[in-house]
């Protein structure tokens, strides 16, 4: 299974951009890459995910390294509810009838936002 | 509103005894999902179905039974055969493949 590498804490002031690394050197063609964040006692929150190109929701943008082996999530102005873990994670294509989303979570990066 | 619905939110079970917890969605996915996590600790996939009727083991599937009879319904039983079972337990739904995953608030099992 294609793993994840990620920091394990970040610090960021209020109204700054932060910028969340990911690496992924043995992400494999048809993997997809997933952003999460999770507050505390809650599920996990979808963020964003794309495959090969720059992707931009109105929560954040993932920014895909030409080959593939990283990727960047960009919070454009960090606010004190962005305060969590994020995860990166990538899918899984599964041995049993063909492609399904079985995502494997690491510990993800737990962000700080000073206020 | 469509969702992810998960209960109870805490549950406490004596040990040896067998528990079931429930997760039920709206969103009328066809892939629903079981994870685990303990403190300070990422996610740890239980077991998965991809359509009623079928399931697959997770990585961590030993303890645990699921039953996947309607496409709405996907159940997870904590066994007395599951050696350490206290944990938050999350389920998830994905319409499809690289599809996000949408999460349940998750049921907190204490078992003692």
């Known amino acids: 299974d294609a793993k994840t590498t990620q920091p394990n804490s970040m610090e960021s002031n209020e109204e700054e951009p932060v910028h969340l690394p990911c690496n992924h050197s043995?992400?494999?063609?048809?993997?997809?890459i997933h952003w999460y964040r999770q507050l505390p006692s809650q599920g996990p929150e979808y963020v964003i995910h794309?495959?090969?190109s720059n992707v931009n929701n109105r929560m954040a943008s993932l920014a895909i390294a030409e080959d593939r082996k990283s990727s960047t999530l960009i919070l454009h102005r960090a606010t004190l509810r962005d305060a969590a873990v994020y995860y990166c994670?990538?899918?899984?294509?599964?041995?049993?009838?063909?492609?399904?989303?079985?995502?494997?979570f690491g510990t993800g990066t737990l962000l700080a936002v000073q206020p | 509103d469509g969702g992810i619905t998960q209960s109870p939110k805490y549950l406490f079970r004596k040990e040896g005894q067998n528990v079931t917890l429930s997760c039920e969605q709206n969103?009328?996915?066809?892939?629903m999902y079981w994870y685990r996590q303990d403190p300070g600790q990422g996610l740890r996939l239980i077991y998965y179905s991809q359509i009623v009727n079928d399931f697959q083991k997770g990585d961590i599937a030993e303890g645990y039974s699921v039953s996947r009879e309607k496409k709405e319904s996907f159940p997870l039983t904590v066994t007395s055969a599951q050696k350490n079972p206290t944990a938050f337990y999350l389920c998830?739904?994905?319409?499809?493949?690289?599809?996000?995953?949408?999460f349940g608030n998750g049921t907190r099992l204490t078992v003692t």
């Open positions: 794309g495959l090969t």
């Open positions: 043995t992400i494999s063609g048809t993997d997809y």
């Open positions: 994670i990538l899918t899984t294509i599964s041995n049993y009838g063909g492609a399904t989303n079985k995502l494997i």
């Open positions: 998830a739904s994905a319409q499809g493949v690289g599809s996000p995953l949408h």
């Open positions: 969103l009328n996915h066809d892939a």
